[in-house]
């Protein structure tokens, strides 16, 4: 694992204009007018997918964009003249993220092709009552490598800091802050103590 200020945007993702196919994802391939070739297929456990007449296509990794490009080329090479193919995601798993820590609610939630660390973070229902906005942390696989940076969303509510982009895939967790926990338990020792004076006055105890 390797720490980073700012994290890159995920492979593959065309600098971040784009997300990239993942394993499970559900395809829409359609062949302008070929309709017989025209099929919704769900990308394999291997990142891959089989089409008519050209067999088996990785998908796993690439945009969609690439993944048209390398069908029009398979069937252009042998099968059609200038085929127009067009690949629509109807079902994406990778487009996935893991909100975790110092959250109202913990959980997996989807994301759209623009989400932002912002949203993420709404989407668990925000901070609970320890969550300390300092302490956001973004984990991201990039190749063989997991890189973790941290973010202040106080900082980017505020218009200080950029609002990062967030990716299928990534795993966001909130850490607690110290000083709010050792207000909570402040808080519970003074309740107790109340609770102590109140029963200490009760008539007969």
Known sequence: MQVVKELPAAQNSQNGNEQPLSPNDVLEVNVFQVDNLNRTVQVDAGGQISLPLIGTVTAAGKTVRQLE??????????YLQSPDVSVFVKESIGQRITVDGEVTRAGIFPVSSNSSLIDAIALAGGFNTVGDAKKVFVYRNVGQNTLVANYNVEQIRAGKSRNPRIYGGDKIVVFASKSKIAMNNLKDALGVATSAARIAVIPGI
């Open 69 to 78: 490009q390398e069908i029009e080329t398979a069937y252009g090479a042998n």
